[in-house]
């Protein structure tokens, strides 16, 4: 199989994945349940067998109300390796999440800002390690902190303006 070269595409209107290894764990990771079963209305997934490998290319996809995006590869040896950009809406993360995210913008706050979590959290998920041994990392996503940062020069900024103005 390691001289397979050729590329497809699957388009279905509904897909359900239950139990997969990799999706429990951004679960547990998450402090959300539903992605131990996710049943996805539409995908439309294009790929390539390419090096022992069957590659992914960026595919969006909606669950509920959380949209997302995933690519990567599953190796013919098994190996896996796969990026998934999750936007989720901040009630749908458990109390644990949110007390982090709430935890990161209170010492973000403590800088003299005043933001509060917003809406959406954009989420990082890398999926390494094998098929049967899935290795699930995740992260707030560098758009996120990237946007923290900017609001934060910002605001920072405007406030040292406004100070210099009254002097």
């Given amino acids: 199989y390691s001289t397979l070269n050729g590329e497809g595409s699957l388009w279905t209107s509904k897909i359900i994945i239950e ?7 951004i679960g547990d990771a998450l402090d959300y349940d539903k992605f131990k079963k996710l049943e996805i209305d539409k995908i439309m997934a294009e790929f390539k067998f390419e090096a022992g490998k069957m590659i992914v290319n960026p595919t969006d996809f909606k669950y509920e109300n959380i949209d997302g ?3 990567g590869f599953t190796a013919y040896d098994q190996s896996i390796e796969y990026k998934m950009d999750l936007q989720i809406p901040k009630e749908e993360l458990g109390s644990e999440a949110n ?3 709430g935890d990161l913008m209170s010492g973000i706050n403590v800088l003299g ?3 509060s979590v917003p809406d959406i959290i954009h989420v990082d998920v890398i999926i390494g390690g094998t098929l049967s041994k899935p290795i699930v990392k995740t992260k707030l996503s560098d758009s996120f902190a990237n946007s923290i940062i900017d609001k934060t020069k910002d605001e ?10 009254k002097i």
Avoid: C, D, P, Y
């Avoid at 139990?19 to 764990?25: F, H």
């Avoid at 920072?156 to 103005?165: F, L, N, P, V």
């Fill in 19 to 25: 139990g997969l290894n990799s999706l429990v764990q």
């Fill in 69 to 71: 995006n995933i690519a």
């Fill in 99 to 101: 007390k982090m995210i």
């Fill in 113 to 115: 800002t005043n933001f």
């Fill in 156 to 165: 920072i900024s405007a406030t040292t303006r406004e100070e210099a103005q």
